[in-house]
């Protein structure tokens, strides 16, 4: 300890996190551990290195609520739903893990349904279109919006709706995900009273039990390795401890559903808890997701400073300046100024306004861009004056200039982690594509 204090919220705490925690604690102050007792939830606990004291905490009415759970395993079953959704001018989103699966969704159902409103959210557009876009999405599903905005409107989003910002749904969909994200997703689905038609009431919401529409592989006692991996190729490496995911799929395929605040619970030490045991099938699959973990914790270890020790080289593990130390886990990512050529010159996507080098940008997985190849058409010199302009002149991320291939499609060549050529393509729609994305969406059309 360094003689501070500190206040840890997290909606989804196992205990045995929660133990850790205050163990962590115990430790800098050289106490032994306390053992909280309570399991209520919501709970307060307070440990001052002397006692530890436990405070179940009342839950507000507007958030004592059943949400029925029902799993469909086929795209043609959303399909259906959002049929529905649109003949009765409703309003419903469909979460996917993964961007790729997202825009795939957006356009199938695009193609397909011409007629619909249906908008596309995800994390790989310029910080300027993300901007617009979410202002949007507040504007037609926010806490504001009525009858008039939601009527029949469709969103495909990915995780960037799963927390921060206030929307109500009528229906939600949702790929399978660890069951604390699938309550937070669930806190987007009938989240304000309203009344049948979508407007605001006071008192009691009067759109009907809440329905939470689960898109998972097929139901099995004894899934195999690839039991997740065959239905969500893409996301598998984005959650890999696919033993969790079975573990939470089981206890709403059991349950039907789930009432808060009384199961929240049992569903999350029914997965993170000590008792809680992944398949056989799956077992190697959540071994191997723990001992990424663990390396992961030790990497952590590394990057951090040793306070007691101050200001000092030795204790720093010999970091250089210029040493990237991440500070959450995941793919190494890399921060992408978009710059388009016009009238011979390369200017910031965003031309208006202040910080418009900063809502031109946005963050791609380090291993599709390590540097950007310019068109021939691209000066050198319109280049070396982009750079002059950016944030730390560059040095912190990587100038992707583009030119416009068609009306609102603009292409970028860039090398990649390995050394590799490949096109990049930004449209303001679409967001941010690979070559084979693209390519992918080019052979749909």
């Known amino acids: 300890m360094a003689g501070g204090s500190a206040i840890l919220l997290s909606a989804t705490l196992p205990q045995r996190q929660r133990q850790a925690l205050i163990n962590a604690f115990a430790d800098g102050l050289q106490q032994p551990h306390p053992e909280p007792k309570q399991t209520a939830y919501p709970l307060l606990s307070h440990y001052n290195g002397e006692q530890i004291r436990e405070y179940p905490l009342a839950t507000r009415p507007s958030v004592r609520r059943r949400v029925v759970v029902e799993c469909v395993h086929e795209i043609d079953a959303i399909t259906a739903i959002l049929k529905e959704v649109v003949a009765n001018g409703e309003c419903a989103c469909w979460i996917r893990n993964s961007v790729a699966d997202a825009r795939e969704a957006w356009q199938q159902l695009k193609a397909d349904h011409p007629e619909w409103q249906i908008e596309l959210f995800h994390a790989r557009f310029a910080l300027d279109d993300r901007l617009n876009i979410e202002q949007q999405v507040v504007a037609r599903f926010g806490p504001n919006s009525d009858e008039e905005a939601r009527r029949g409107r469709l969103l495909i989003a990915t995780q960037v709706v799963e927390q921060s910002l206030d929307l109500d749904f009528d229906r939600l969909i949702s790929d399978l995900a660890p069951i604390d994200l699938l309550i937070q997703r669930a806190g987007r689905l009938h989240r304000h009273s309203r ?128 040493a990237k130390t991440p500070t959450r886990l995941g793919e190494e990512s890399t921060t992408v100024w978009l710059a388009r050529w016009r009238e011979r010159r390369l200017e910031p996507w965003c031309d208006e306004g202040d910080f418009r080098w900063q809502r031109s940008s946005l963050s791609l997985r380090s291993a599709l861009i390590s540097e950007s190849i310019p068109n021939d058409e691209i000066t050198q010199s319109a280049i070396d004056a982009c750079l002059e302009s950016l944030p730390a002149k560059g040095k912190w991320g990587v100038l992707l200039p583009l030119i416009e291939q068609s009306l609102g499609q603009w292409q970028g060549i860039v090398q990649d982690a390995k050394g590799d050529t490949s096109a990049l393509y930004y449209n303001p729609e679409t967001g941010l594509t690979t070559a084979r994305e693209q390519q992918a969406m080019e052979d749909k059309e």
Do not use: C
């Open 195 to 322: 009344d049948p038609q979508g407007n605001r009431i006071d008192g009691d919401d009067r759109r009907g039990q809440p329905t939470l529409t689960l898109h998972t592989p097929e139901w099995t006692e004894t899934p195999g390795s690839d039991w997740f991996k065959a239905t969500f190729p893409r996301v598998a490496p984005i959650y890999p401890d696919h033993g969790q995911l079975w573990l939470g799929m089981k206890r709403l395929h059991e349950r039907g559903g789930f009432a808060m605040p009384e199961d929240a619970r049992g569903l999350i030490e029914g997965v993170y808890g000590n008792e809680a045991e992944p398949p056989e099938g799956l077992l190697a699959v959540s071994l191997g997701a723990e001992g990424n973990d663990k390396a992961a914790a030790s990497f952590a270890i590394q990057n951090a400073l040793n306070l007691p020790s101050g200001y000092s080289r030795e204790d720093a593990w010999n970091w250089i300046d210029d």
